[in-house]
């Protein structure tokens, strides 16, 4: 009975973030003559909304540690990466974003199109060396229009309990434009499973971790450094 209550639950979460969706993407489109801190402003909006739908539907709630930890500057945002929820919840939680995504992503009907008006950037993982420059690039870019640039070092959803490859591209842009690191961890895989439709009812934990501050230090080194505390967090959540 506990698992037939749960999928209609989610079975409601899910049709109204199919009423919501659309029409927070139409309004962005709209806005595209505006900022792009604007426009990620409205988005965090369609954020709040997809919070309190799970929040009183699934009944999964969320709480944040090391709120102090958030800087008061565009920084870049170095987070585990294990369920959809976190590409909501962070919206909700810093300063207006952008992220860096797989560039099959833009391709999804609605969702794509409101990634590509927030101008988040694609990477083609084909194209090596160049994908890279283009990462340094386009961020450089946005943070310098005042966003912040949100990456998941794994690059795909990994659940809970395991451990990817961290990439080092995030920690390439953060040295090369010597801007602030904020590592992020939580345990949303516990509740939102890697592509599951199911939610668990509870509370995810996100940890903020202190403000890594770049200059004059190695890509490698500091990639290494996100991804031990990430992973040490986890276990405390």
Known sequence: MFKVMQFIKSLLFFLGMVIITPIFT?????LIPLSGVTRSRVASYWAHWSLFLLKHTCNLGFEVR????????????????????ETI?????????IW??????LYIPIIGWAWMALSAIPIDRSAGRDALKKLVAHGKDRLAKGLW???????TRIAYGQRGKYHSGGA????????????VAHNAGLFWRKNAFVKVPGTITLSIGKPIETTGMKADALNRM?????????LTL
């Open 100 to 105: 860096v995504l797989k560039r099959e992503l």
């Open 149 to 155: 640039v949100v990456i998941f070092p794994e690059g």
């Open 66 to 85: 090391g709120r102090e930890n958030i800087p008061n500057h565009p920084s870049i945002i170095l987070c585990k990466h294990q369920s959809a929820w």
């Open 26 to 30: 139409i309004l962005i489109i709209l």
């Open 172 to 183: 390439l842009l953060a040295t090369q434009t010597q801007t602030t690191v904020v590592p």
């Open 89 to 97: 919840a962070l919206q909700v939680i810093f300063p207006p974003q």
């Open 226 to 234: 996100v991804e031990d505390w990430i992973e040490a967090e986890i």
